[in-house]
């Protein structure tokens, strides 16, 4: 059994940060892909961000130069920092994995999201 959990949302003014967190834990051999995704009330829900094993990374068009994921594979951790934030950039933010356990099944696993509120 895999644990994703989220954290670090809130409600902050426009032009203001914050930074997510997502802990993975269980039963985990290797964790390939990590991401954030989002979705607003009403719309899909869109990728933001991607760090590959490598930490090789990939942004919507619209958080380049704004936003950051990074991760630590020691604490099997997924960070997006958030920079210069817009009121469009208020969602829920979803951590997504892609993660081999420990018999070899390879499964994508959802947090349960955090908000983040932008105020204008």
């Known amino acids: 059994q895999v644990h994703v959990v989220e954290s670090g949302g809130g409600l902050v003014q426009a032009g203001g940060s914050l930074r997510l967190s997502c802990a993975t834990s269980?039963?985990?051999?290797?964790?390939?892909?990590m991401g954030w995704y989002r979705q607003a009330p009403g719309k899909q829900r869109e990728l933001v961000a991607i760090i590959g094993s490598g930490s090789n990374t990939s942004y919507a068009d619209s958080v380049k130069g704004r936003f950051t994921i990074s991760r630590d594979n020691a604490k099997n951790t997924v960070y997006l920092q958030m920079n210069n934030l817009k009121p469009e950039d208020a969602s829920v933010y979803y951590c997504n994995v892609d993660i081999v356990n420990h018999i070899g099944v390879r499964a994508r696993y959802w947090g349960q999201g955090t908000q983040v509120t932008v105020s204008s």
């Open positions: 269980g039963s985990i051999f290797s964790i390939n892909y």
